[in-house]
C-alpha cells in the first residue's frame, strides 16, 4: 500500500492542514480596540496630532482670561479644518467659529469688538487672514437659528456648515463647557421624533450629514467654473480630508443600537480618524488590519503633499499618486459601510 494511503498518513496531513489554519486565523483575530491602537501608534498621524494640540494651546491663551479676545456673554469660539480635525501640518488656515445661547441679541458694538479682536489675534499669531473675505466670521445664535434646519435659508445664512463643522471636526478655544452645552443644543434638534418606547435611528442627522457631503460635491463642481480659485486643492480635499470626515462620522452611527444625545456628544468629541477606528472596531472584524494601516499611510501622504506642494503645481507621478491613493480612500470607506455587520436597512437607506 502506497504512504500516502494509509489511514495514519491521512491524520498525519489533517492535522498540519488544522494547524496551518490556525496560524492564518491567529493573524486575524480581533482584539479589544485594535483599531484605534494603530491609529494611536501611527509615527504620522502621532505628530501632527501632538503639533495640532500644540497649536489649540497656543490659541488658547490668546482666547482665555488675560487674553486679546474680547468675548460676549455665553459665546463660544471653536477652530475647525486641520486643528480640529487635529492632522494639521507645520502650516496650517485657522477657520475660527462663533455660536452663541445668549437670550437677548448681542449688541452692534459688542458684536464689531468681538470680532475686531479676533482679526487681532490672527495678526498676532501670523495666520493668513480668515477666508472667503470672512463670510464665516460672524457669532451664530443657535436658539435664533433653530428654525432654519432643513429650510431653504439654512445654508443661505451659512448655519448649515458651520453647525457641521461644529459636529464633525471642531474643537473648542474658549469655555468648554459651554462649547459642549451649545453642541448638545445642536443635537437635540435632530431628536424631535425619538419615540422613548423604540431604538431610535437618527435618520435625520443623516439626512444632515449625507446632504453636507452632496453640498461639498457641489460646491467643487460650482470652484471649477471660477478660473481663479483654486479647485485642484478642493478636489483632493474633497477626495480625502472632506470624505474623512463625514463618512468617519456615518459609520459609527449605523453601528450603535440605540443612538442617544449623549453618545452623539462623546462621538463628536472625537476626531474624525478617532471615529473612523472607533467605528472598525465596533465592526469586530479583525481582517480590515493591514488595509487601515495604508489607509492611514495615504492619508498622510495626503496631508504631506498638501503640506509641501502647491496642487496647481503638481507633476503628473505625484497627481496620479494622489488619485490612486484617493481611489484606496473611497473604497475602504465603501466597504466599511458595506459590510454585513451593518444593518441592510442602512445600508440600503445610504444609497436610497
Not at 493591514?290 to 503640506?307: A, G, N, R, V, W
Amino acid at each position: 500500500m502506497p504512504w500516502v494511503s494509509h489511514p495514519r498518513h491521512f491524520l498525519f496531513v489533517h492535522r498540519i492542514a488544522v494547524i496551518f489554519e490556525s496560524f492564518e486565523m491567529a493573524g486575524s483575530v480581533m482584539t479589544k480596540n485594535m483599531y484605534s491602537a494603530a491609529l494611536a501608534q501611527h509615527a504620522g498621524m502621532k505628530r501632527r496630532h501632538a503639533l495640532s494640540i500644540d497649536k489649540i494651546r497656543e490659541l488658547k491663551r490668546d482666547f482665555g482670561k488675560g487674553g486679546q479676545f474680547d468675548c460676549p456673554s455665553k459665546t463660544c469660539v471653536f477652530v475647525a479644518g486641520s486643528l480640529g480635525r487635529h492632522d494639521s501640518g507645520e502650516k496650517s488656515d485657522l477657520d475660527l467659529f462663533l455660536t452663541s445661547s445668549a437670550k437677548t441679541a448681542i449688541s452692534h458694538l459688542d458684536n464689531i469688538k468681538c470680532l475686531a479682536s479676533i482679526l487681532g489675534i490672527y495678526k498676532k499669531l501670523d495666520y493668513e487672514q480668515p477666508s472667503n473675505d470672512g463670510e464665516f466670521l460672524k457669532i451664530f445664535n443657535i436658539s435664533q437659528h433653530e428654525s432654519y434646519v432643513g429650510s431653504a435659508r439654512d445654508d443661505g445664512v451659512n448655519w448649515f456648515t458651520v453647525r457641521m463643522l461644529m459636529l464633525l471636526e471642531s474643537k473648542p478655544l474658549t469655555d468648554p463647557k459651554l462649547y459642549r452645552k451649545h453642541k448638545a443644543e445642536i443635537l437635540k434638534f435632530y431628536f424631535r421624533d425619538r419615540d422613548a418606547g423604540n431604538e431610535f435611528k437618527p435618520l435625520f442627522l443623516m439626512n444632515d450629514l449625507l446632504r453636507f457631503w452632496r453640498t461639498l460635491c457641489l460646491n467643487y463642481e460650482n470652484a471649477r467654473s471660477k478660473p481663479t480659485r483654486s479647485w485642484k486643492k478642493r478636489n483632493f480635499n474633497l477626495k480625502f480630508s472632506r470624505m474623512l470626515t463625514v463618512f468617519s462620522t456615518v459609520l459609527p452611527i449605523v453601528l450603535q443600537s440605540d443612538v442617544t444625545n449623549e453618545w452623539l456628544l462623546d462621538l463628536t468629541d472625537k476626531t474624525p480618524l478617532e471615529r473612523l477606528a472607533g467605528g472598525l472596531d465596533m465592526l469586530n472584524d479583525a481582517t480590515f488590519s493591514d488595509q487601515f494601516k495604508s489607509f492611514l499611510d495615504d492619508y498622510e501622504f495626503f496631508l504631506h503633499t498638501k503640506e509641501c506642494q502647491d496642487f496647481d503645481q503638481l507633476d503628473e507621478p505625484t497627481k496620479n499618486m494622489l488619485n490612486g491613493k484617493a481611489r484606496n480612500i473611497s473604497s475602504f470607506l465603501f466597504t466599511a459601510l458595506n459590510h454585513p455587520n451593518v444593518s441592510s436597512d442602512y445600508r440600503q437607506y445610504l444609497v436610497i
